[in-house]
């Protein structure tokens, strides 16, 4: 059992940047792929981004390539989200996800085995 909280959520104005954070309980973080998902108001979920076990492989949806980063530290079981130049349309909940695989090639949440309970981020227009 993996249990994730995330934080680093707030109010943001366009233009600023905000990194999030996802911590991780259980000694198997460091197997474990690490996605980035966001749900705004009246939308479904979507990928945001994710990391391969070891950090070696990562992938981001269109919206966000540089624009946003994730990193993890295994040290820490800690997985990270630097997020610039942030947009009114980036305002979500956004949720980090383990995937036991490890791959780092999971878009779907459905191939996400944990998740934590979501952190809001808000940038006004």
């Known amino acids: 059992q993996v249990q994730l909280v995330e934080s680093g959520g707030g109010l943001v104005q366009a233009g600023g940047s905000l990194r999030l954070s996802c911590t991780a309980s259980g000694r198997t973080f460091s197997s474990y792929a690490m996605g980035w998902f966001r749900q705004a108001p009246g939308k479904e979920r979507e990928f945001v981004a994710v990391t391969s076990w070891c950090g070696g492989s990562t992938y981001y949806a269109d919206p966000v390539k540089g624009q946003f980063t994730i990193s993890r530290d295994n040290a820490k079981n800690t997985v990270y989200q630097q997020m610039n130049n942030l947009r009114a349309e980036d305002t979500a909940v956004y949720y980090c996800?383990?995937?036991?695989?490890?791959?780092?090639?999971?878009?779907?949440?459905?191939?996400?085995?944990?998740w934590g309970g979501g952190t809001q981020v808000t940038v006004p227009s």
């Open positions: 996800a383990a995937d036991r695989k490890g791959y780092g090639n999971s878009w779907y949440g459905d191939e996400y085995d944990y």
